[in-house]
């Protein structure tokens, strides 16, 4: 565990709201998820393979006055996440809270090659759907003991899944296959009164998405009902609500939040 040592002075900060685990989120749209959720008065576990990036978005968290540690794990390894879980609920419990919500946002993203589905790696179809498929089934297993009536899970899936964007279908794939997963454990959680949902993102302005491209700034925005970019808080709204009150009857659902680039 990773934790600054300010985070002990601001346990009160919860107001007795539940700890939200978000895992991939040593940066971009995991760090935005970190952010939100703290500003928002929540205890936040960070997760990631990433320990430097862990420790930055726990810094930020604390001087945003929120309340932040830091968990490495591999999500494709079981050891792994079941130690990680373990870890998270004893911290929350530290806290005086419970694991209130689980963001599967970990995922394999910037450094995909782009190629036809002939010229794939087989060796890069594993991983991508490791991380990005197994993963959020990995974590949402660990976790399952810990989590109580009223608890949340958050997967994040993808607007490509329905764009079928070409020389990804191993990311297309991987996200297709979230949504699937995300149906099946709403109906296998639902009896626990825990909801299951998937946000499926567009395009959204990271550090990651920026690499990609060099008009990530401008890209697909003409195609929007929205003409504008997508900012990873716009993807921030959407966690806070499936993770709050508001949406207790929602579950198996998928929430694209694109600006209106399509229409589902």
Do not use: C
Request: hydrophobic content about 40%.
């Amino acid at each position: 565990m990773v934790e600054t040592p300010e985070t002990s002075d601001l346990h009160q900060s919860s107001g007795g709201l539940g700890t939200v685990v978000i895992t991939g989120a040593a940066g971009g749209l995991g760090r935005a998820f970190a952010l939100g959720f703290a500003r928002r008065g929540y205890p936040v576990a960070a997760v990631d393979i990433a320990p430097d990036g862990i420790e930055e978005t726990v810094q930020a968290v604390t001087e945003a006055n929120g309340t932040a540690a830091g968990f490495t794990a591999d999500v494709t390894d079981t050891a792994s996440t079941n130690s990680m879980a373990q870890q998270v609920n004893e911290y929350a419990q530290s806290l005086g809270t419970t694991v209130h919500a689980v963001v599967n946002n970990a995922a394999i993203y910037a450094t995909i090659n782009r190629s036809s589905f002939e010229d794939i790696d087989p060796d890069e179809w594993d991983k991508v759907l490791g991380v990005n498929l197994k993963g959020p089934w990995m974590v949402t297993r660990a976790f399952s003991p810990y989590l109580t009536a009223g608890a949340k899970v958050i997967n994040l899936a993808s607007a490509t899944v329905y764009s079928g964007s070409e020389q990804w279908a191993h990311y297309v794939a991987s996200k297709a296959g979230v949504i699937g997963l995300t149906r099946v454990l709403a109906k296998e959680l639902g009896h626990r009164d825990i909801n299951v949902n998937t946000i499926a993102p567009g395009f959204t302005l990271t550090e990651a998405s920026y690499g990609l491209m060099d008009d990530a700034a401008s890209y697909g925005v003409q195609r929007g009902a929205l003409k504008r970019a997508s900012q990873p808080d716009d993807i921030v709204g959407a966690a806070l609500f499936l993770a709050g009150p508001d949406s207790s009857f929602v579950t198996g659902q998928t929430i694209v939040v694109d600006g209106g680039r399509q229409f589902i």
